[in-house]
């Protein structure tokens, strides 16, 4: 199973909006809802930001909203802010009962 | 509060093994799917395997990476979760993630991770 793909860098200045992309196939991607989105600062462990696609866990921000288009998920963070600076990994849901991570997005705010 | 706190880490030989070790707490432990995800250094996340909750009789499901080498278990007696890692490698060099999985094919909440260092 490849890993999804994800651009190696995003950059934005505070207070503007991104996305970050995550293509996978129709195998992965393109077959479900099973998307899901983890932000992780460094040294620290992940945090589970967006799951089945859109949805968000308690606790966290509305800026953060999940979408999909054909094989291809998206991340995007509204009203960028400094602790908005991490790294992003999608995650899909990939058949067989197994997950695929993407190989991850560093997020730099200017 | 949920907590996850992994241990058993550490400096292994190329095809020796480990058994990696996860306390949870904050949460009825039999009721959840668990996962074991890596995380190589300076590297992205791979998913390891998944043991589901009681409901679904803790069965298990492995990335192919690791099918075959790696087992997961638990207890519900001690809320402990396991990896038995055998016939390491170098490319298995990572801090291994303990979490939870969510009701579906996701991953909720994550512990600290442990540090496995495969090297002569």
């Known amino acids: 199973q490849s890993a999804l793909t994800q651009p190696a860098s995003v950059s934005g200045s505070p207070g503007q909006s991104i996305a970050i992309s995550c293509t996978g196939t129709s195998s992965d991607v393109g077959s479900n809802n099973l998307v899901s989105w983890y932000q992780q600062h460094p040294g620290n462990a992940p945090k589970l930001m967006i799951y089945?696609?859109?949805k968000r866990p308690s606790g966290v921000s509305d800026r953060f909203s999940g979408s999909k288009s054909g094989n291809t998920a998206s991340l995007t963070i509204s009203g960028l802010q400094a602790d908005d600076e991490a790294d992003y990994f999608c995650c899909s849901y990939a058949g067989r009962n197994t997950l695929v991570f993407g190989g991850g997005t560093k997020l730099i705010v200017l | 509060e949920v907590q996850l706190v992994e241990s058993g880490g550490g400096l292994v030989q190329p095809g020796g093994s480990l058994r990696l070790s996860c306390a949870a707490s904050g949460f009825y432990f039999d009721d959840y799917h668990m996962d074991w995800v890596r995380q190589a250094p300076g590297k992205g996340l791979e998913w390891v395997g998944r043991i589901r909750n009681k409901a679904y009789s803790h069965t298990t499901e492995y990335a192919a990476s690791v099918r075959g080498r790696f087992t997961i278990s638990r207890d519900a007696s001690k809320n402990s979760l396991y990896l038995q890692v055998n016939s390491l490698m170098s490319e298995d060099t990572a801090v291994y993630y303990c979490a939870r999985g969510g009701h579906n094919w996701y991953i909720h909440y994550w512990g600290q991770g442990t540090l496995v260092t495969v090297s002569s």
């Open positions: 089945e696609g859109t």
